[in-house]
């Protein structure tokens, strides 16, 4: 791998880190919120789904511009990465509500832990359509992008058809504004945070032989930043879609980060190592919260708990990648090597 290469890397790493904690952030000051406590909630935090989506379509078409995978290697990569926590965190919330039903506010049952880990869309008593681990919708999401992504790996040119299918299916929705709960969620305007990183990843190729291109990519950065905010500012209380919000921010963040010199200091390291558990933090840091929320003293100030938070979901979701995450995901490579040797 080149140096370049290596940079390029980490800095995606890195960004995994800072959208996984922008959510942490916005969930953390809800929920401090929620409590009776006075503090602004920082809803600016759930650009950092936004950023995973647009990361995600950037990663994929870098992938196939760089191994030319089948879909069946694609497949059974994406779901040694997703399923294992998932499917864990899912079962343990659904014993866990069985027998402490207060901590839920919805019945947990049957056929709604079997949609949530068949990653079947589904309307919950709130209105909204959430698996049991709320936060499993952005799942949803990623794993029909994956579904297409191998489909396109049926062609000769997997990201221009994936970016055509992406886009005709938002399209479609558009046009027939189904009723039915499935459709109405795959068809959503989000699809298109996966078609922008998968262009992104082609005006990064363009770019990145550039003389230039190092100060390019830290002038996307810090433009994508200030464009959030300021489009944030303007349109997040008229209800407009985040997508008018968050699609060009994210996409100019994540080519910039692409293109963008690495800082070899101690926190751009650690910060790359915190990227390895992203998924960790993402995906069980509210029910972390919870437990902190309920065991922490009320007379902490703000600055403490938060401090505490930080440390305690970052330490438990990196031993959660270290002990849990990175052995299924290499147990599950493993078979799929003996597989192919046997064939």
């Given at each position: 791998?080149?140096?370049?290469e290596k940079?390029r890397?980490?800095?995606?790493?890195?960004?995994?880190?800072?959208?996984?904690?922008?959510?942490v952030?916005?969930?953390w000051t809800s929920l401090?919120?929620?409590?009776g406590?006075?503090?602004?909630?920082?809803q600016i935090?759930?650009?950092?789904v936004d950023l995973f989506?647009v990361?995600s379509?950037?990663i994929m078409?870098?992938?196939?511009?760089?191994?030319?995978?089948?879909?069946?290697?694609f497949?059974?990569?994406r779901?040694?990465?997703?399923?294992p926590?998932?499917w864990l965190?899912?079962?343990?919330?659904f014993v866990?509500v069985?027998?402490?039903t207060h901590?839920?506010s919805e019945?947990?049952?049957?056929v709604?832990?079997a949609?949530?880990?068949?990653?079947i869309?589904?309307l919950r008593?709130?209105?909204?359509i959430?698996?049991?681990?709320?936060?499993?919708?952005t799942l949803?999401?990623?794993v029909?992008?994956?579904v297409?992504f191998?489909?396109?790996?049926?062609t000769?040119k997997?990201v221009g058809?994936?970016?055509?299918?992406?886009?005709?299916?938002?399209?479609?929705g558009?046009?027939?504004?189904?009723?039915?709960?499935?459709f109405?969620?795959?068809?959503?305007p989000?699809?298109l945070e996966?078609?922008?990183g998968?262009?992104?990843?082609k005006?990064?190729?363009?770019?990145?032989?550039?003389?230039m291109?190092?100060?390019?990519?830290?002038a996307?950065?810090l433009?994508?930043?200030?464009?959030?905010?300021?489009?944030?500012?303007?349109?997040?209380h008229?209800?407009?879609h985040?997508i008018?919000v968050f699609?060009l921010p994210a996409?100019m963040?994540v080519?910039?980060?692409?293109?963008?010199?690495n800082?070899s200091?101690?926190?751009?390291q650690v910060?790359s190592?915190?990227g390895?558990a992203s998924?960790a933090?993402?995906?069980?840091?509210?029910y972390?919260?919870?437990?902190?929320?309920?065991a922490?003293?009320?007379t902490?100030?703000f600055?403490?708990?938060s401090s505490?938070?930080?440390i305690?979901v970052c330490?438990?979701?990196?031993v959660?990648?270290?002990?849990f995450?990175?052995?299924a995901?290499k147990?599950?490579q493993k078979v799929r090597l003996?597989k192919e040797?046997r064939?």
């Amino acid at each position: 791998m080149s140096p370049h290469e290596k940079q390029r890397l980490q800095n995606l790493q890195i960004l995994r880190f800072v959208a996984a904690f922008l959510v942490v952030w916005f969930h953390w000051t809800s929920l401090y919120a929620s409590v009776g406590h006075e503090i602004r909630v920082f809803q600016i935090g759930v650009f950092g789904v936004d950023l995973f989506f647009v990361l995600s379509g950037f990663i994929m078409a870098h992938m196939y511009a760089n191994a030319r995978p089948t879909s069946l290697w694609f497949l059974q990569r994406r779901v040694a990465r997703l399923l294992p926590l998932y499917w864990l965190a899912t079962v343990l919330f659904f014993v866990t509500v069985q027998v402490a039903t207060h901590l839920s506010s919805e019945p947990a049952t049957l056929v709604k832990l079997a949609k949530s880990l068949a990653f079947i869309p589904y309307l919950r008593e709130s209105d909204k359509i959430q698996p049991l681990l709320f936060l499993g919708w952005t799942l949803n999401y990623e794993v029909l992008f994956y579904v297409v992504f191998a489909i396109g790996l049926q062609t000769p040119k997997p990201v221009g058809v994936t970016i055509c299918l992406l886009i005709g299916g938002v399209t479609a929705g558009y046009v027939l504004q189904p009723t039915q709960v499935i459709f109405r969620f795959w068809l959503e305007p989000i699809l298109l945070e996966f078609v922008a990183g998968m262009v992104g990843f082609k005006i990064y190729d363009i770019m990145r032989k550039h003389p230039m291109a190092r100060l390019c990519g830290v002038a996307l950065m810090l433009g994508g930043a200030l464009l959030c905010v300021l489009l944030f500012q303007r349109f997040s209380h008229l209800g407009t879609h985040r997508i008018i919000v968050f699609l060009l921010p994210a996409t100019m963040i994540v080519v910039g980060a692409s293109l963008a010199p690495n800082f070899s200091v101690i926190w751009t390291q650690v910060s790359s190592k915190l990227g390895d558990a992203s998924y960790a933090i993402y995906l069980v840091h509210p029910y972390m919260m919870k437990v902190l929320i309920m065991a922490l003293p009320a007379t902490f100030p703000f600055a403490l708990t938060s401090s505490i938070m930080i440390i305690t979901v970052c330490a438990m979701s990196y031993v959660t990648f270290v002990y849990f995450e990175r052995p299924a995901m290499k147990a599950i490579q493993k078979v799929r090597l003996r597989k192919e040797i046997r064939t």
